[in-house]
């Protein structure tokens, strides 16, 4: 089956400027003997300058950072001895943390929804059962279900936030996809053709059409509308995308360079192209290796690494850089550099990322510095 190499277990990102006052005394207005109060400057202008207290794992078996709980706190799980996870909520300011949820199968992957108000756990003790929990911020289970799976990937709707869509695959790698509607308790199966989707809007996912019988290195652009099971082609000759809430990000081959990836960007509903970009891109065997991108909504900013070389990703041995994207304004700008790349997961706000294959970091992206997280 093409393209099902990664993904399946890696699911797997801002404190900054020194506060200073917005008004010297002489700017304060003056009043007739009534107190004036200056209101607190926000965080979006100067930035937050509290220190991230580093989780101290002593006497703890550390499995992963899972996801943001909001934009000061995030949720790490933790092995316990009988198999199964306890996942706790850690303020990353206070240091403050309590327990959120115990699950009795170890956790395998977490993904929030896109207000964060969800959580996607999977959880499994077995090589073919997968549970699938969803709970809320309070921690209480708001639907369960367990299928008959080696591996699960899952995409959430970001215009539902009720909404996600499953698949599960068996042992010898075919595939069932289902919608599960956690405000109805329910879960729905679609013969949608293609294991990896992504939503393009309310109602329709889309997804590669990869032809299985050959090596190909690009592929059409589907939709599929869920209302009436039916497909239709988007656009062609596409070697990877990936869709956020209101934009779409495809990837084609520069025809005069072809070393070098074209990224194009498009709002989800009308399809107006909004900006593109253009980066190295790195082979491996019969495809090309796309490296980890995330996208801030709140912010119209797109972030992805950039290798500095084009070439094999087999025998590329430099860094990358982290790099960002505005869809207002077009500006690119460098984050970091000579950094790996590994996946990425933005606060709520946008201002931190987590960094790592565990998480185990955390990216300020207006000090432009990588804080370990984990002790």
């Known amino acids: 089956m093409r393209g099902l190499i990664i993904i399946l277990s890696v699911f797997f990102f801002l404190t900054g400027c020194d506060s200073h006052q917005l008004y010297e005394s002489s ?8 107190d004036v109060t200056k209101s607190p400057v926000p965080i979006e202008f100067l930035g937050d300058n509290r220190p991230i207290k580093t989780l101290d794992m002593s006497g703890e078996a550390f499995n992963t950072v899972g996801e943001w709980f909001d934009n000061e706190s995030i949720l790490y799980v933790s ?8 996942i706790y909520r850690y303020n990353i300011y206070t240091g403050e ?17 896109e207000d ?13 059962v997968a549970e699938i929990i969803i709970v809320d911020k309070d921690g209480n289970r708001r639907f369960e279900k367990k299928i008959a799976s080696t591996d699960i990937i899952y995409s959430w709707n970001p215009y539902q936030n009720n909404q996600v869509f499953v698949t599960s695959f068996l042992e010898d790698w075919s595939f069932q996809t289902n919608l599960v509607d956690i405000q109805n308790g329910t879960m729905e199966k679609y013969n ?10 309310h109602s329709h996912i889309s997804y590669l059409k990869w032809n299985p019988n050959e090596l190909d290195f690009f592929a059409p652009l589907f939709t599929y509308d869920l209302k009436t099971k039916t497909e239709g082609p988007l656009f062609e000759n596409i070697i990877s995308f990936s869709t956020f809430n209101q934009l779409m990000v495809t990837i084609e081959v520069d025809m005069e360079h072809e070393s070098f990836g074209i990224y194009r960007f498009y709002h989800t509903d009308s399809k107006k192209k909004l900006q593109e970009m253009r980066l190295p891109l790195l082979t491996d065997y019969s495809k090309w290796n796309i490296p980890f991108n995330e996208y801030v909504p709140s912010q119209q900013m797109y972030f992805t690494f950039r290798p500095y070389s084009t070439g094999s990703f087999d025998t590329y041995s430099e860094k990358y850089e982290l790099v960002s994207k505005s869809m207002s304004s077009g500006k690119e700008e460098v984050i970091l550099e000579k950094v790996n790349d590994e996946p990425i997961s933005f606060s709520p706000d946008g201002y931190l990322a987590l960094y790592g294959y565990r998480f185990e970091n955390i990216i300020d992206i207006r000090e432009k510095k990588i804080i370990p997280l984990i002790k």
């Open 27 to 34: 700017d304060v207005p003056m009043s007739s003997g009534k």
């Open 79 to 86: 092995d316990r001895g009988e198999g199964g996870s306890d």
């Open 97 to 113: 943390k309590n327990l959120f949820i115990t699950t009795s199968a170890p956790v395998i992957t977490m993904k929030a929804n």
């Open 116 to 128: 964060h108000s969800l959580f996607f756990l999977h959880t499994s003790n077995s090589s073919n």
């Open 192 to 201: 949608v053709p293609q294991p990896f989707i992504q939503w393009i809007d």
